[in-house]
């Protein structure tokens, strides 16, 4: 039960207020502004209680979204909401800024109004959003237009309407991992784990419905932790070992009550993209690459960095487009960068040298070394050293 | 007035933008027509209003598109207020919710000009578009003027009946907004509550509960009846609806069965060990509470969990795979509280999923599983590594993460864990390395085999180079020396050495209470340390004075040879020092130590009153209180009761009456009686309760037909007055009827049961799919039963009816879930998407206008309620080798796809063994066809009965569908086939739109026919029954006398079909169908021919 909903700029101005209970005064507003916005020291916490109000915000690049509340309302639920709103106001507009939410005023306070009814969250998914919240032009709906977006908006399958044909039926899977892991400084393996995520391009007629088969322990390659669903390769040289995910979560299309009972996913799509699966596994994972760094900070205005990547698949693969991110620190006034292999240059703007090459085999090994020019600054705080990222396709 | 900010907009705010940044103003001056402002702004409205005047919809919109912009920009918009009202009649839907936004923003400033808007929002509250009503609801019920209050309740109590479930849900949000303008509504409010709560759609369930929470939590008694259907729907309900269910049921969970852990031990314990079980076991208070009760009163006998609490746990499960991380830990709160310590764990693996979201949802689950890790280590121990924090987490992350960690830290993995915090401790986060000493410091005390290692690292920690490290640990080891008995000589040497050097007061102090507290085993350096003190005395910290004043008392009991004039020197000095606190204590210290005259009686025992053995400080979590508050909630997080907060309340000793929920399962009726119009219910033969279980029902029911008996005859004398007044009737009449049909609808179910149970009593064997002999003669018993109890001459009966019929239109959105497929017993998802399209929308608005229009129309139209189709043979129980299949048509939305025909198939096993597996095999049917299975079920026990939902697209054809029913070791082949009555879906339509299309209609595609009717059959009711019986089509309101007209569309291609009835006196007629199928056409007139004549 939010009590109210505000948007303010970086600079704690309002953008957007919205009130739906009494119980919320006015003075809210600004008391989030002076003990959170302007507040003196950092406030980490995203939940804020000032005087038995509670705000929850979150930021998103220069904006703040916060929801108000005197009630004793379900947390997860609160910040689950305040993340779709900004997904839902990203589809309508693009970037979540304070130049478009200035100019999509109208438009907002309508999605608004749908999404949330007296603090009530509501109905959230864009795709029916979009169907009768417009803002280009006047569009006269014919009756049968209407009625699809009342049976779509009112009717039991929120997320498809119905009447689509395509000439081509198609239908498209991404798999998408990214392989996540925490090492120790002397290089140990700490924990890792595997993210997937099924992208799914729909282009079907009519109501289809889908329907995708899961054995107990879903057979996937071991390698790389990379999907692998297709390629046959590796299976006899690292065994068959089979992967159980560890816990998964779907779109809002599939039947879960039959996810449970049968194993299998099935669901009626929504037309277009989106995403149908995520999934975690923890087990068998072997890393693909190993990055080993060394920073030595040569006085406080040098720093020399190297970076040995090693590839730790088999010699007949090849990795495409790999991609090591770098961080250097804020102050970084120049970099010079030697590598043997590839391109690597330094980006200010991202703070970052990006090293780039194009193709990797299996068990080789690439070097690069950097020296970085500090500038002199009084900030005592060490670098925090933030994690190299890598991409690559297989 | 009340309204006090309900809907400020955002105008308020832009209109005095921050004093402090103040680029608000500029905006104003920039503007190129600042000069001519006024002037300007006046010449705009005036454009504005005649663009709103306009008759061009694009016009309109345009405008209503810049009041709203001027409404966001803070500019005053009011004086347009008329001008807008005026469109909120406008029929585009656009400008009508740009319409519905000014409104809700101006409303609250200009109450009166406000009222006059609220005659439109009644209009619009009878708008044929769903959308529109709703909408019309909600805008009403956001101006925030209590005076409407009344108005409000009366639209929603219509919206409550409304036939589209969209606007119910509506309805339920607006309930708690009356509420809050005028709490003294709330016995209507939760009357109507009720209602929403037995509704069966599941768009509507979750805003019921919503509704529930806000108005009435406390009346738990509402939730019995529907706490199984709202279990089953749970999965289908939209994900924040299903958060706001989870919840509710959490707190009903608690407060109806008895708890799960409370005897986890076990049949076969003997006493003793119970007992020490129960010394070790860490359970919460309220739980060992509740094991010392049962035990009193029984032996521990086996926990048997009630098999409703089982059906949320089942049924929740699913819902962790949820993208909505709210649900997932609506869930894992659920288990948390409510599930048997064994099958909690069950949530871990998706709380930790949680974890990969973003960083405030992870916060908050963090913060929850902070709880329950304390409560049960055991459950995320195999997740220890996802807790390990990374260097790029937020600070208040990893303070919780590193919370978690020690209180998982077990003598198996502490090892694991002490490395890992090893190297938090060098984290360049100063915060985070001295929560990680702390953390070192926990472990140690809760781990006795690692204190002696945890204290040798932190005494390395203690030459670190950062100096907050050092005195973290410090003030650590003090703790874990105090807890520790054995001596740590060298451990205190080395400290007495560090105070030279360490410089953050809390560590001095710390230091210098050990020394003194253990001086006695440093006897030659404490001395010294307070000699050192003593010269630095001026310049110390409050704090640190305290503990040197301290340290001087303590050695001068000690070793008062020594450091008597240290001692006194100090006192000395603390007698002027500024802090009253300081000079308060030397004063008092010097009394007790350093007594001028004779010792007192004080003095004496000051050895005892200063060197007493301390007790130990805990370390423990600060999540150690948290769990008083439910998790998930807001009061969690923030750890203290926010407003609205309510407890969790505790397990009940004994479980409250079971059978309070269970509910009479209504099977769609088999046959329909024209004259009881009595709906045939299934014996209390529940999927979930076994069938004893319906014996105190039995009672219970008698005696409220007893009751009911009363009411009835009040009730019938109410409207005799009525019939009579019908013509005159004043608006407050409206309100009795429509208070009264629920009443009466009521009375009539009761009796249904007792007439159920009765027929199951003569024929326990019968199926409720009995053949047609066989239910008119149980009608003949239905008419018995219902005349005796009641008492009603037969005469009364006549002048009754027509009051009947309309009570049933008025109540027709209540009626029609009930007689759809009951998800319960079917045990699938349940469907009331049916009221969604079912017919009658035109109508029923008329009828909630007034009265008189009510008699009206009801004198044109018969309500096409509960007219079911009988259920046809699948597989006999011969061919099917015991397994006796029959379908139904339940004319109902498919829920699998609306081109679906609904069909509802019951198997009974007529065999001696258990039956399972039945399933669907392989199909044949022709193209364009679908079936949809049902669900598998899983066993079928002997004489027991079930019924599934299936749906098959027919494609507009009557050809069959051919599929296999496989059970575990045969297959039986059947087909079926449906008759093109079936293939109808209802249309809604008006008078005169049917004639306009029927007019399109003509030639090829209109079929027409002589009909003779019986003539004791020509009445309007038994012409739309008999029509009703062979097709899913809907009346259409008539305004000739003698004309049915009937409309529906087919299935697959939405291909209109009207049917037109027209019947003289004499009982010759003529029946007409229009439809461009000529095959659909010609056949469904031959049906509806027979259907008549019969």
Same mark, same amino acid.
């Given at each position: 039960?939010?009590?109210?909903?505000?948007?303010?700029?970086?600079?704690?101005?309002?953008?957007?207020s919205?009130?739906?209970?009494?119980?919320?005064?006015?003075?809210?507003?600004?008391a989030?502004r002076?003990?959170?916005?302007?507040?003196?020291?950092?406030?980490?916490?995203?939940?804020?209680?000032?005087a038995?109000?509670?705000?929850?915000?979150?930021?998103?690049?220069?904006?703040?979204?916060?929801?108000?509340?005197k009630?004793?309302?379900?947390?997860?639920?609160?910040?689950?909401?305040?993340h779709?709103?900004?997904?839902?106001?990203?589809?309508?507009?693009?970037?979540?800024?304070?130049?478009?939410?200035?100019?999509?005023?109208?438009?907002?306070?309508?999605?608004?109004?749908e999404?949330?009814?007296f603090?009530?969250?509501?109905?959230?998914?864009?795709? +029916?959003l979009?169907?009768?919240?417009?803002?280009?032009?006047?569009?006269?709906? $014919? *009756?049968? %237009? @209407?009625?699809?977006?009342? &049976?779509?908006?009112?009717?039991?399958?929120?997320?498809?309407?119905?009447?689509?044909?395509?000439?081509?039926?198609?239908?498209?899977?991404?798999?998408?991992?990214?392989?996540?892991?925490?090492?120790?400084?002397?290089?140990?393996?700490?924990?890792a784990?595997?993210?997937?995520?099924?992208?799914?391009?729909?282009?079907?007629?009519g109501?289809?419905?889908?329907?995708?088969?899961?054995?107990?322990?879903?057979l996937?390659?071991?390698?790389?932790?990379?999907?692998?669903?297709?390629?046959?390769?590796?299976?006899?040289?690292?065994?068959?070992t089979? +992967?159980?995910?560890?816990?998964?979560q779907?779109h809002?299309?599939?039947?879960? $009550? *039959?996810? %449970? @009972?049968?194993?299998?996913? &099935?669901f009626?799509?929504?037309?277009?993209?989106?995403?149908?699966?995520?999934?975690?596994?923890?087990?068998?994972?072997?890393?693909?690459?190993?990055?080993?760094?060394?920073?030595?900070?040569?006085?406080?205005?040098?720093?020399?960095?190297?970076?040995?990547?090693?590839?730790?698949?088999?010699?007949?693969?090849?990795?495409?487009?790999?991609?090591?991110?770098?961080?250097?620190?804020?102050?970084?006034?120049?970099?010079?960068?030697?590598?043997?292999?590839?391109?690597?240059?330094?980006?200010?703007?991202?703070?970052?040298?990006?090293?780039?090459?194009?193709?990797?085999?299996?068990?080789k090994?690439?070097?690069?070394?950097?020296?970085?020019?500090?500038?002199?600054?009084?900030?005592?705080?060490?670098?925090?050293?933030?994690?190299?990222?890598?991409?690559?396709e297989? | 007035?009340?309204?006090?900010?309900?809907?400020?907009?955002?105008?308020?705010?832009?209109?005095?933008?921050?004093?402090?940044?103040?680029?608000?103003?500029?905006d104003?001056g920039?503007?190129?027509?600042?000069?001519?402002?006024f002037?300007n702004e006046?010449?705009?409205?005036?454009?504005?209003?005649?663009?709103?005047?306009?008759?061009?919809?694009?016009?309109k919109?345009?405008?209503?598109?810049?009041?709203?912009?001027?409404?966001?920009?803070?500019?005053?918009?009011?004086?347009?207020?008329?001008?807008?009202?005026?469109?909120?009649?406008?029929?585009?839907?656009?400008?009508?919710?740009?319409?519905?936004?000014?409104?809700?923003?101006?409303?609250?400033?200009?109450?009166?000009?406000?009222?006059?808007s609220?005659?439109?929002?009644?209009?619009?509250?009878?708008?044929?578009?769903?959308?529109?009503?709703?909408?019309?609801?909600?805008?009403?019920?956001?101006?925030?003027?209590?005076?409407?209050?009344?108005?409000?309740?009366?639209?929603?109590?219509?919206?409550?009946?409304?036939m589209?479930?969209?606007?119910?849900?509506?309805?339920?949000?607006?309930i708690?907004?009356?509420?809050?303008?005028?709490?003294?509504?709330?016995?209507?409010?939760?009357?109507?509550?009720?209602?929403?709560?037995?509704?069966?759609?599941?768009?509507?369930?979750?805003?019921a509960?919503?509704?529930?929470?806000?108005?009435?939590?406390?009346?738990?008694?509402?939730?019995?009846?529907?706490y199984?259907?709202?279990?089953?729907?749970?999965?289908?309900?939209?994900?924040?609806g299903?958060?706001?269910?989870?919840?509710?049921?959490?707190?009903?969970?608690?407060?109806?069965?008895?708890?799960?852990?409370?005897?986890?031990?076990?049949?076969?314990?003997?006493?003793?060990?119970?007992?020490?079980?129960?010394?070790?076991?860490?359970d919460?208070?309220?739980?060992?509470?509740?094991?010392?009760?049962?035990?009193?009163?029984?032996?521990?006998?086996?926990?048997?969990?009630?098999?409703d609490?089982?059906?949320?746990?089942?049924?929740?499960?699913?819902?962790?795979?949820?993208?909505n991380?709210?649900?997932?830990?609506?869930?894992?709160?659920?288990?948390?509280?409510c599930?048997?310590?064994s099958?909690?764990?069950?949530?871990?693996?998706?709380l930790?999923?949680?974890?990969?979201?973003?960083?405030?949802?992870?916060?908050?689950?963090?913060?929850?599983?902070?709880?329950?890790?304390?409560?049960?280590?055991?459950?995320?121990?195999?997740?220890?590594?996802?807790f390990?924090?990374?260097?790029?987490?937020?600070?208040?992350?990893?303070?919780?993460?590193?919370?978690?960690?020690?209180?998982?830290?077990?003598?198996?993995?502490?090892?694991?864990?002490l490395?890992?915090?090893?190297?938090?401790?060098?984290?360049?986060?100063?915060?985070?390395?001295?929560?990680?000493?702390?953390?070192?410091?926990?472990?140690?005390?809760?781990?006795?085999?690692?204190?002696?290692?945890?204290?040798?690292?932190?005494?390395?920690?203690?030459?670190?180079?950062?100096?907050?490290?050092?005195?973290?640990?410090?003030?650590?080891?003090?703790?874990?020396?105090?807890?520790?008995?054995?001596?740590?000589?060298?451990?205190?040497?080395?400290?007495?050495?560090?105070?030279?050097?360490?410089?953050?007061p809390?560590?001095?102090?710390?230091?210098?209470?050990?020394?003194?507290?253990?001086?006695?085993?440093?006897?030659?350096?404490?001395?010294?340390?307070?000699?050192?003190?003593?010269?630095?005395?001026?310049?110390?910290?409050?704090?640190?004075?305290?503990?040197?004043?301290?340290l001087?008392?303590?050695?001068?009991?000690?070793?008062?040879?020594?450091?008597?004039?240290?001692?006194?020197?100090?006192?000395?000095?603390?007698?002027?020092?500024?802090?009253?606190?300081?000079?308060d204590?030397?004063?008092f210290?010097?009394?007790?130590?350093?007594?001028?005259?004779?010792?007192?009686?004080?003095?004496?025992?000051?050895?005892?009153?200063?060197?007493?053995?301390?007790?130990?400080?805990?370390?423990?979590?600060?999540?150690?209180?948290?769990?008083?508050?439910?998790?998930g909630?807001?009061?969690?997080?923030?750890?203290?009761?926010?407003?609205?907060?309510?407890?969790?309340?505790?397990?009940?000793?004994?479980?409250?009456?079971?059978?309070?929920?269970?509910?009479?399962?209504?099977?769609?009726?088999?046959?329909?009686?024209?004259?009881?119009?009595?709906?045939?219910?299934?014996?209390?033969?529940s999927?979930?309760?076994?069938?004893?279980?319906s014996?105190?029902?039995?009672?219970?029911?008698d005696?409220?037909?007893?009751?009911?008996?009363?009411?009835?005859?009040?009730?019938?004398?109410?409207?005799?007055?009525?019939d009579?007044?019908?013509?005159?009737?004043?608006?407050?009449?409206?309100?009795?009827?429509?208070?009264?049909?629920?009443?009466e609808?009521?009375?009539?179910?009761?009796?249904?049961?007792?007439?159920?149970?009765?027929?199951?009593?003569?024929d326990?064997?019968?199926?409720?799919?009995?053949?047609d002999?066989?239910?008119?003669?149980?009608?003949?018993?239905?008419?018995?039963?219902?005349?005796?109890?009641?008492?009603?001459?037969?005469?009364?009966?006549?002048?009754?009816?027509?009051?009947?019929?309309?009570?049933?239109?008025?109540?027709?959105?209540?009626?029609?879930?009930?007689g759809?497929?009951?998800g319960?017993?079917?045990?699938?998802?349940?469907?009331?998407?049916?009221?969604?399209?079912?017919?009658?929308?035109?109508?029923?608005?008329?009828?909630?206008?007034?009265?008189?229009?009510?008699?009206?129309?009801?004198?044109?139209?018969?309500?096409?309620?509960?007219?079911?189709?009988?259920?046809?043979?699948?597989?006999?129980?011969?061919?099917?080798?015991?397994?006796s299949?029959?379908?139904?048509?339940?004319?109902?939305?498919?829920i699998?796809?609306?081109?679906?025909?609904?069909?509802?198939?019951?198997?009974?096993?007529?065999?001696?063994?258990?039956?399972?597996?039945?399933?669907?095999g392989?199909?044949?049917?022709?193209?364009?066809?679908?079936?949809?299975?049902?669900?598998?079920?899983?066993?079928?026990?002997?004489?027991?009965?079930?019924?599934?939902?299936?749906?098959i697209?027919f494609?507009?054809?009557?050809?069959?569908?051919?599929?296999?029913?496989?059970?575990?070791?045969?297959?039986?082949?059947?087909?079926?086939?449906?008759?093109?009555?079936?293939?109808?879906?209802?249309?809604?339509?008006?008078?005169?739109?049917?004639?306009?299309?029927?007019?399109?209609?003509s030639?090829?595609?209109?079929?027409?026919?002589k009909?003779?009717?019986?003539?004791?059959?020509?009445?309007?009711?038994?012409?739309?029954?008999?029509?009703?019986?062979?097709?899913?089509?809907?009346?259409?309101?008539?305004?000739?006398?003698?004309?049915?007209?009937f409309?529906?569309?087919?299935?697959?291609?939405?291909?209109?079909?009207?049917?037109?009835?027209?019947?003289?006196?004499?009982?010759?007629?003529?029946?007409?169908?229009?439809?461009?199928?000529?095959?659909i056409?010609?056949?469904?007139?031959?049906?509806?021919?027979?259907?008549?004549?019969?």
């Amino acid at each position: 039960m939010i009590g109210g909903l505000f948007i303010y700029n970086h600079k704690g101005e309002v953008l957007i207020s919205r009130v739906y209970r009494d119980d919320i005064g006015r003075n809210a507003v600004d008391a989030f502004r002076v003990n959170v916005i302007h507040a003196r020291q950092q406030v980490r916490s995203p939940v804020t209680n000032i005087a038995r109000t509670s705000f929850f915000h979150i930021k998103r690049s220069n904006i703040w979204l916060a929801a108000v509340t005197k009630q004793n309302v379900n947390a997860a639920m609160v910040f689950e909401f305040l993340h779709k709103m900004t997904d839902v106001m990203a589809a309508y507009f693009g970037k979540v800024t304070e130049e478009n939410i200035k100019n999509n005023f109208v438009l907002i306070y309508e999605i608004l109004d749908e999404i949330l009814d007296f603090g009530y969250p509501q109905n959230t998914d864009t795709g +029916i959003l979009k169907t009768f919240i417009t803002q280009q032009g006047v569009k006269t709906q $014919s *009756k049968e %237009e @209407t009625s699809q977006i009342t &049976s779509q908006v009112t009717g039991q399958i929120g997320w498809r309407r119905e009447g689509i044909k395509y000439r081509r039926n198609e239908l498209f899977l991404d798999v998408l991992e990214s392989v996540n892991l925490l090492m120790s400084p002397q290089g140990q393996v700490l924990s890792a784990h595997v993210a997937g995520r099924i992208i799914m391009k729909s282009y079907l007629s009519g109501m289809p419905e889908c329907k995708f088969g899961i054995n107990d322990k879903v057979l996937m390659e071991s390698k790389g932790g990379k999907s692998g669903q297709d390629d046959g390769r590796g299976t006899s040289s690292s065994g068959k070992t089979s +992967i159980a995910i560890d816990d998964c979560q779907f779109h809002q299309c599939v039947k879960l $009550s *039959k996810f %449970e @009972t049968e194993h299998s996913i &099935s669901f009626i799509p929504p037309d277009g993209e989106f995403e149908l699966m995520r999934y975690r596994t923890t087990k068998d994972i072997s890393l693909p690459f190993r990055i080993i760094p060394l920073v030595r900070e040569v006085g406080r205005q040098k720093m020399e960095v190297k970076v040995v990547v090693k590839s730790n698949f088999k010699p007949s693969l090849l990795a495409q487009k790999v991609e090591v991110r770098i961080p250097t620190p804020l102050n970084t006034s120049g970099v010079q960068v030697i590598c043997m292999k590839g391109k690597a240059k330094y980006k200010a703007s991202e703070n970052a040298i990006v090293w780039k090459i194009k193709r990797m085999g299996g068990m080789k090994e690439c070097q690069l070394s950097a020296e970085i020019e500090l500038l002199n600054t009084n900030d005592k705080r060490k670098w925090t050293r933030p994690p190299i990222s890598m991409n690559f396709e297989v | 007035m009340a309204g006090n900010g309900g809907f400020q907009a955002s105008g308020g705010y832009n209109d005095r933008p921050p004093s402090s940044t103040g680029s608000g103003e500029p905006d104003v001056g920039v503007d190129p027509a600042s000069s001519s402002f006024f002037n300007n702004e006046f010449k705009r409205h005036e454009d504005l209003k005649m663009m709103l005047d306009s008759n061009k919809d694009s016009q309109k919109l345009d405008a209503m598109k810049r009041i709203v912009g001027m409404v966001a920009k803070g500019k005053d918009a009011s004086d347009l207020f008329p001008a807008v009202v005026k469109n909120v009649v406008c029929k585009n839907l656009e400008v009508k919710k740009l319409v519905y936004v000014y409104l809700t923003r101006y409303a609250e400033e200009q109450q009166d000009l406000a009222l006059l808007s609220i005659s439109t929002f009644q209009r619009a509250l009878k708008d044929p578009n769903q959308l529109i009503r709703a909408s019309a609801l909600r805008v009403l019920s956001s101006i925030r003027v209590q005076m409407i209050a009344p108005i409000m309740m009366l639209s929603i109590k219509e919206a409550v009946m409304d036939m589209s479930p969209y606007v119910r849900k509506t309805a339920a949000h607006a309930i708690p907004k009356v509420y809050s303008i005028d709490p003294e509504q709330k016995d209507q409010l939760v009357e109507v509550i009720e209602k929403l709560l037995a509704d069966k759609t599941t768009l509507v369930a979750g805003s019921a509960i919503q509704a529930f929470e806000e108005v009435c939590p406390e009346r738990s008694d509402l939730i019995h009846k529907n706490y199984r259907k709202l279990c089953n729907l749970l999965v289908d309900v939209e994900e924040w609806g299903q958060v706001v269910i989870i919840n509710m049921l959490t707190r009903y969970v608690r407060s109806q069965f008895i708890n799960p852990n409370a005897d986890n031990v076990g049949d076969e314990v003997d006493k003793p060990f119970y007992e020490s079980e129960k010394d070790s076991n860490d359970d919460d208070d309220d739980d060992d509470d509740d094991k010392e009760e049962a035990k009193a009163k029984t032996k521990p006998k086996q926990y048997v969990m009630d098999s409703d609490h089982r059906l949320i746990l089942r049924q929740c499960k699913p819902l962790l795979n949820s993208r909505n991380a709210a649900v997932v830990m609506a869930v894992a709160q659920l288990y948390h509280h409510c599930a048997p310590k064994s099958e909690v764990s069950t949530v871990a693996r998706s709380l930790i999923r949680l974890l990969r979201s973003h960083s405030e949802v992870q916060y908050v689950v963090l913060s929850n599983i902070a709880t329950m890790s304390l409560k049960q280590k055991g459950m995320f121990e195999p997740f220890l590594k996802s807790f390990y924090v990374r260097s790029n987490d937020a600070t208040h992350i990893k303070l919780l993460k590193l919370e978690i960690l020690t209180s998982l830290a077990t003598e198996t993995n502490i090892a694991t864990i002490l490395r890992e915090l090893q190297t938090y401790v060098t984290s360049s986060d100063k915060e985070f390395a001295a929560a990680t000493i702390q953390a070192i410091g926990r472990c140690a005390s809760n781990i006795s085999e690692v204190t002696d290692t945890c204290l040798n690292g932190l005494v390395l920690l203690m030459s670190n180079r950062d100096e907050s490290v050092v005195a973290e640990s410090v003030v650590v080891i003090k703790k874990l020396l105090q807890m520790q008995s054995s001596t740590h000589k060298d451990i205190i040497i080395h400290m007495a050495r560090m105070v030279d050097n360490i410089t953050v007061p809390m560590a001095r102090a710390s230091i210098l209470w050990l020394i003194g507290e253990y001086s006695e085993r440093v006897p030659k350096i404490a001395p010294d340390v307070l000699r050192k003190m003593a010269k630095t005395f001026i310049q110390e910290e409050d704090i640190v004075k305290l503990q040197i004043l301290n340290l001087g008392a303590k050695l001068m009991i000690t070793n008062s040879k020594q450091t008597k004039l240290l001692c006194q020197y100090v006192f000395n000095l603390a007698k002027y020092d500024q802090n009253y606190d300081i000079r308060d204590r030397s004063r008092f210290l010097r009394a007790l130590v350093l007594p001028t005259g004779e010792k007192g009686q004080l003095a004496k025992h000051a050895k005892k009153i200063f060197l007493s053995t301390k007790p130990a400080p805990v370390l423990e979590s600060k999540f150690k209180d948290r769990d008083q508050y439910q998790l998930g909630t807001l009061s969690h997080i923030i750890n203290m009761g926010a407003t609205g907060y309510q407890q969790l309340p505790e397990w009940p000793e004994v479980a409250p009456d079971p059978s309070v929920r269970n509910v009479e399962v209504v099977m769609p009726w088999s046959e329909k009686t024209p004259l009881t119009k009595k709906q045939k219910q299934k014996p209390e033969k529940s999927f979930y309760s076994s069938t004893e279980s319906s014996s105190p029902e039995d009672s219970s029911d008698d005696e409220d037909s007893d009751d009911e008996s009363e009411d009835e005859e009040t009730d019938s004398d109410d409207e005799k007055s009525e019939d009579s007044e019908e013509d005159s009737e004043s608006s407050d009449d409206t309100d009795i009827e429509k208070y009264k049909p629920k009443k009466e609808e009521k009375v009539e179910k009761k009796k249904e049961v007792v007439v159920a149970e009765s027929e199951s009593e003569e024929d326990s064997s019968e199926e409720e799919d009995s053949s047609d002999d066989e239910s008119s003669t149980e009608s003949e018993v239905e008419v018995k039963k219902k005349k005796s109890p009641v008492k009603k001459p037969p005469a009364k009966k006549a002048p009754k009816k027509p009051s009947q019929d309309l009570d049933l239109l008025l109540d027709f959105g209540d009626d029609v879930p009930s007689g759809g497929p009951v998800g319960g017993a079917g045990g699938g998802p349940t469907i009331g998407a049916g009221d969604l399209l079912t017919p009658l929308s035109a109508l029923n608005i008329d009828n909630t206008s007034s009265a008189t229009n009510t008699a009206s129309a009801s004198s044109q139209m018969f309500a096409p309620v509960q007219v079911q189709s009988k259920s046809r043979e699948l597989l006999n129980k011969m061919a099917g080798d015991g397994l006796s299949v029959t379908y139904k048509f339940t004319r109902t939305i498919s829920i699998f796809s609306p081109k679906m025909v609904s069909i509802e198939l019951s198997f009974t096993n007529g065999s001696d063994k258990t039956l399972s597996g039945i399933k669907i095999g392989q199909k044949k049917i022709q193209s364009g066809m679908e079936i949809h299975d049902f669900p598998e079920i899983a066993a079928l026990a002997p004489k027991n009965s079930t019924t599934v939902l299936m749906a098959i697209n027919f494609n507009d054809t009557t050809q069959p569908a051919g599929f296999e029913i496989c059970t575990e070791e045969k297959k039986f082949n059947v087909s079926i086939s449906a008759p093109v009555g079936e293939l109808l879906q209802p249309y809604n339509i008006h008078e005169k739109e049917f004639i306009k299309e029927q007019g399109k209609l003509s030639g090829m595609n209109e079929n027409t026919a002589k009909v003779k009717i019986e003539e004791d059959k020509t009445d309007m009711k038994s012409v739309v029954t008999a029509v009703y019986r062979v097709a899913n089509v809907v009346q259409v309101p008539s305004s000739e006398d003698g004309t049915y007209r009937f409309a529906a569309q087919t299935m697959a291609s939405n291909i209109p079909v009207l049917t037109t009835v027209s019947v003289k006196d004499d009982g010759t007629g003529k029946l007409t169908v229009n439809c461009e199928k000529m095959v659909i056409g010609t056949m469904l007139m031959k049906d509806v021919k027979g259907s008549l004549e019969s």
